[in-house]
């Protein structure tokens, strides 16, 4: 069965610090991954998604991911972070070989952001 | 563009009463999710209609939960009777259409308590 991995439950970074959170798959093939954000009482928001390709995406908020198949990871970075970053981040993996979209998501990583 | 709304935004129940939730996708949005996202867990898929035919309920507790999307629209989500561990968040989503490569736009959630 796929499964999704954060092992960072909660991280705090200094407002204008990088940022990596990390995202581990287990799945038998190449799995489409995503990650999402969340904020206090929001839904979730697509940050970036890989389907295949270079392995670097690009996503909004000047948010990146890479992946890599060796390690079977889909870690997401950031540059700079601001304090208008904080908030939950989930990392989700989904089917390949079906034609409709079930995601699989991680437990969440909560991002803290100290001035 | 309107995005997907969810009612009510807060519910407190007793153990064994009956609670339903409301959705409304996005305007031309084939297909609705709902997931369930329990206090430090990722969400977790429960129910996928495509229009008004349901593509996957295996994570559904048919035995206590049912779901509905009559007209392909709207859809409403039910839990009856209640329990304990049915406290959560209940995320509505939709999307453009079934394929794997379609964004996922999510509701803010409604969060159920139940006592």
């Known amino acids: 069965a796929q499964s999704v991995t954060q092992p960072d439950i909660h991280i705090t970074v200094s407002e204008g610090a990088s940022l990596e959170l990390r995202c581990n798959y287990s799945y038998g093939a190449t799995p489409y991954l995503f990650w999402y954000v969340q904020s206090p009482g929001q839904g979730l928001q697509l940050l970036l998604k890989?389907?295949?390709?270079?392995?670097l995406v690009q996503g909004i908020k000047g948010f990146e991911a890479e992946f890599k198949r060796s390690q079977s990871s889909f870690n997401l970075r950031k540059p700079s972070v601001h304090w208008s970053d904080a908030a939950e981040y989930f990392c989700a993996v989904g089917p390949m070989n079906t034609g409709f979209q079930k995601l699989v998501f991680g437990t969440g990583t909560r991002l803290l952001v100290s001035p | 563009e309107a995005g997907v709304a969810q009612s009510p935004r807060y519910k407190i129940i007793e153990k064994r009463q009956s609670v339903a939730f409301w959705c409304n996708p996005i305007?031309?949005?084939?297909?609705l999710y709902w997931y369930q996202q329990i206090l430090g867990q990722g969400p977790k898929l429960l129910i996928q209609?495509?229009?008004?035919?349901?593509?996957?309920d295996s994570q559904l507790p048919k035995d206590r939960f049912s779901a509905e999307r009559l007209k392909g629209v709207d859809s409403t989500l039910k839990i009856q009777p209640a329990k304990l561990e049915d406290s959560a968040v209940y995320l509505c989503a939709s999307s453009l259409e079934i394929g794997r490569t379609y964004e996922q736009y999510f509701g803010p959630g409604t969060r159920l308590t139940v006592t």
């Open positions: 305007s031309g949005h084939a297909t």
């Open positions: 209609f495509q229009n008004n035919g349901v593509v996957d």
């Open positions: 890989y389907f295949s390709g270079d392995t």
